[in-house]
Nanobody
């Protein structure tokens, strides 16, 4: 069982870089594939990035691949999403999620943090 809390959302300027954090408790992030998702107003939730539990592989959505980096700090039990060159279309609620080594789906989710990119 793992609990996730996102932080770092807020109002940011287009073109700026920003980092979101996902603090885990109850279990180590190294036991889970960790993902970031986002949901814009009126839109479905979409995949942004994930990091394999082993730390050996990352994946990114095509729309953010050139601008995003997902990483983790095992000592802090925290996962990060760095986004560079923010665009207004990045505006969304960003969610952190965890998928255990024994599951095929993301079963654990944070409450979300709002990112608003101004032009």
């Amino acid at each position: 069982q793992v609990q996730l809390v996102e932080s770092g959302g807020g109002l940011v300027q287009a073109g700026a870089s920003h980092r979101l954090s996902c603090a885990a408790s109850g279990d180590t992030v190294s036991s889970y594939t960790m993902g970031w998702f986002r949901q814009a107003p009126g839109k479905d939730r979409e995949f942004v990035a994930d990091l394999l539990w082993s730390g050996s592989s990352t994946r990114y959505a095509d729309s953010v691949k050139a601008r995003c980096t997902i990483s983790r700090d095992a000592a802090k039990n925290t996962v990060y999403l760095q986004v560079n060159s923010l665009k207004p279309e990045d505006t969304a609620v960003y969610y952190c999620a965890a998928k255990s080594r024994w599951a095929g789906t993301y079963d654990y989710w944070g409450q979300g943090t709002q990112v608003t990119v101004s032009s």
